[in-house]
């Protein structure tokens, strides 16, 4: 994963790769050279101008007359992730990218690991299936994807991008994308997906440049991505990441004794990276910790990762920032921020949303947010005006609502030991929605559930009881930055008043003169953040705020405290500053190498209670766990929502949901915590895979399996290695290759003994 800072370090020109015999080697053949990408000239399949400069406004990247801006974008030869790329201009006239519309690319014929693309999607995520094509007349295909422009989340990202009318200061971002490649036949083309034309209003996939990486012979190491990082190992040692990638044709196993190590002036490796199994083709990314010696913190310094065993070496330049600076509230300064290990690891999260909208609880099921009741009040043509004044009638206030919020039944300790009971490694209580009532004692506001309300600070009470009874889940908030009717500063354009009748309302708890973001906003997050101590901040809506101060603050708390710990921000704070991406109700169709959660509630469409929803429109468990299955392939981690009631209890349904998704995880969570993407592939038809580093690899199944798992597709596995189906112990099951194809067996115990997913590990 990058941060923000990727593009100063790519325009160093650092990043190289080699695989060299090592000294004093034993009589074995020395390893061949890592081969350099193969650059896929892209100029003859230009079909779009998506790249604009500050003095010719002429492109249209999206169909909308949006572009990125040339100023924010590397030029000519450019590394990423250790592959060099010939990155196209943005000069005036000239068309830089080829929109995905089944284009065949003729490659130079040759035996490849891999075809290599720089990618953006407009008008959302973008993919569809890439065929390569050999020249004995055969192809394999793989999922060509790329997230949305907008996201600012991608390799190579610019602060802005230019609009037919000026600019709009909102990252943008260019992502790396992989296809495989059968390195055991001679590669001649790939035909890219079938996406859309860039119009508005339609995803299309747009591709800026194209590398292939040859195969080398015998056992060949390389080293990608190197790089310092902001983020801590156990026991607080600060972490370099690397990427070690096996070019050859051969594996790479335990006897290679492969070591990744950082050699840098200043600072020593205390925890080197082990590499036991490697095969030809596949990538393992490697944690190393390194505590810094003489070299006082932020010293910046050229060093180099090694990796090295027996007969293989490679090394890789690394320009090093050694330890971690206070934050700045700087946008330079938080952008090195990133998500912590923790969540990297941690895949499944609960999300509670629990307000005073829990008290009326009612929408259309299915069809809009129960959350937003006060929001739909205002609007003559939504069911819920009608339904309000039929129910409480046109002079019931919404804050009228207040007292019947009482959490009588609330039980933070049964909460925290049902979100545990889920396999769930975090949850996210909101602390204040849109409807400015804040769950906590707020010394800013008397809108709070201290001073009104179940007169109790609701987040103490789940923080407490988490820390105590469940000590290993981590403590999140959620944070509405605006709120629809403060009077300081309403997002709706104007304070409380009847909807029915136009005349105004008082904003219970209301205390008046205030600078929104100053005196409210601001100060309550801090609040948060200095009460709570929470592991996550989950920003929503952006807006108007003091965000820059604020994480400032919390990063360096988190950090500088005696028992440092790290925690994470979402992308909706407003400012360009985040650790992960948050799409909802919906997934990526493929792999986003930078970090991203996905929320959804149970419900079909609402995350606060809605007491209209049958149980039958729930999620079922097959649903929740086929999503958190596929959200993991692709590097994400799912956020599930409850709704809790006002009383404070939680519905038999979602309660059922959570405990038969921990069912699942007993058995198969081996699969999902700790695991990271496959770099081939995320999917295939129904299956999804994961990694456990030097472990197992893992092919689970989201529809039952037949007689036979049939995976087309270059899965590491070698003679003797052993498959068993997660839930069905001491059974190796049989397997065969044919044409490349993985052949699983599954006997009819087997697929009676799983359920809703079903699990199959290699080693």
């Not at 999607?121 to 055969?138: F, K």
């Not at 990538?283 to 090295?308: E, K, L, M, S």
């Not at 201290?450 to 820390?467: N, Q, T, Y």
């Not at 070698?718 to 049989?734: A, E, Q, V, Y």
Request: proline share 7%.
């Amino acid at each position: 994963m990058r941060p923000r800072r990727t593009l100063v370090l790519l325009a160093t020109g650092t990043l190289l790769a080699a695989a060299i015999p090592a000294a004093n080697a034993d009589d074995r053949p020395a390893a061949t050279a890592a081969p350099a990408a193969v650059i896929v000239p892209l100029d003859g399949y230009f079909d779009n101008d998506g790249i604009d400069s500050a003095s010719a406004r002429d492109g249209n990247f999206d169909g909308s007359g949006n572009t990125f801006p040339a100023e924010g974008l590397p030029s000519g030869r450019t590394s990423v992730d250790g592959i060099d790329f010939t990155f196209p201009s943005g000069a005036a006239g000239v068309k830089n990218n080829v929109v995905a519309l089944g284009q065949r690319i003729e490659l130079r014929p040759g035996r490849y690991h891999s075809a290599h693309f720089l990618v953006a999607s407009s008008y959302g995520a973008a993919s569809g299936p890439a065929t390569v094509h050999y020249a004995d007349g055969g192809t394999t295909t793989a999922t060509l994807s790329g997230p949305d422009w907008y996201g600012g989340s991608g390799a190579i990202t610019a602060p802005f991008r230019y609009t037919p009318g000026g600019t709009d200061q909102h990252a943008v971002s260019i992502s790396a994308a992989q296809v495989w490649i059968d390195a055991g036949r001679d590669a001649v083309a790939v035909t890219l997906p079938t996406t859309k034309p860039a119009q508005p209003n339609q995803s299309s996939l747009h591709v800026f440049a194209l590398s292939a990486q040859p195969a080398g012979a015998g056992k060949t190491l390389a080293l990608r991505g190197s790089r310092s990082t902001t983020k801590s190992l156990p026991g607080g040692v600060q972490a370099v990441e690397a990427t070690v990638t096996n070019l050859g044709t051969e594996w790479i196993t335990e006897r290679d004794g492969i070591t990744v190590r950082a050699e840098v002036a200043g600072a020593r490796t205390v925890r080197p990276a082990l590499v036991r199994r490697l095969g030809p083709g596949e990538q393992a990314r490697v944690r190393i910790g390194i505590v810094r010696t003489t070299a006082p913190a932020n010293t910046v310094v050229d060093g180099t990762v090694v990796a090295q065993g027996r007969r293989l070496r490679a090394e890789q330049p690394v320009r090093f920032t050694l330890g971690v600076p206070d934050y700045q509230p700087t946008d330079a300064s938080l952008g090195t921020h990133e998500s912590p290990y923790w969540f990297d690891d941690a895949k499944f999260g609960i999300f509670i949303h629990w307000g005073l909208y829990s008290v009326p609880a009612w929408s259309p099921p299915g069809e809009q947010y129960a959350e937003w009741y006060w929001r739909w009040m205002e609007d003559r043509n939504n069911p819920v005006y009608a339904h309000h004044a039929k129910t409480y009638g046109e002079n019931f206030s919404y804050d009228r609502f207040i007292p019947g919020f009482t959490a009588d039944r609330y039980d933070p300790r049964a909460w925290a030991e049902l979100i545990q009971a889920a396999g769930a490694k975090y949850y996210v209580l909101t602390s204040k929605h849109h409807e400015g009532f804040a769950l906590y004692d707020s010394k800013v506001s008397g809108r709070d559930s201290v001073d009104l309300g179940p007169r109790r600070d609701l987040v103490k009470e789940l923080f407490d009881a988490s820390r105590r009874y469940t000590p290993e889940l981590r403590n999140g908030l959620y944070f509405s930055m605006p709120e629809w009717y403060n009077p300081d500063n309403p997002w709706m354009g104007h304070g409380p008043r009847n909807p029915y009748t136009g005349a105004d309302e008082p904003y219970t708890g209301y205390q008046a003169g205030k600078d929104y973001v100053r005196d409210y906003q601001g100060p309550q997050m801090r609040e948060i953040v200095r009460q709570y101590d929470p592991d996550v901040i989950w920003c929503d809506i952006g807006g108007v705020n003091d965000s820059r101060s604020v994480l400032a603050e919390y990063f360096n708390r988190a950090k500088n405290r005696p028992d440092p710990k790290d925690v994470t921000v979402d992308d909706r704070c407003g400012i360009p500053t985040h650790d992960f991406t948050t799409p909802e109700y919906t997934t990526y169709p493929d792999t986003v190498v930078k970090k991203w959660e996905t929320s959804r509630g149970l419900d079909p469409r609402s995350y606060g209670y809605n007491r209209a929803t049958p149980d039958h429109m729930y999620m079922t468990a097959d649903e929740v766990v086929d999503t958190l299955v596929d959200t993991n392939s692709k590097n994400g981690n799912f956020l599930l929502d409850i709704g809790p009631r006002a009383d404070g209890s939680i519905p038999e349904i979602m309660q059922t949901r959570l405990r038969e998704a921990g069912e699942w995880l007993r058995v198969n969570g081996e699969s999902i915590h700790g695991t990271t993407y496959w770099a081939r592939m995320a999917q295939q038809g129904p299956l999804r895979f994961s990694v456990k580093q030097n472990e197992a690899f893992y092919i689970t199944s989201l529809e039952p399996p037949g007689s036979q798992i049939v995976v087309d597709a270059p899965v590491p596995i070698r003679d003797g290695d052993r498959i068993t189906m997660l839930g069905f112990p001491g059974h190796s099951l049989k397997w065969t290759k044919q044409g490349g194809k993985l052949m699983i067996d599954v006997p009819d115990a087997a697929r009676a003994a799983g359920k809703w997913a079903w699990t199959f590990r290699i080693g």
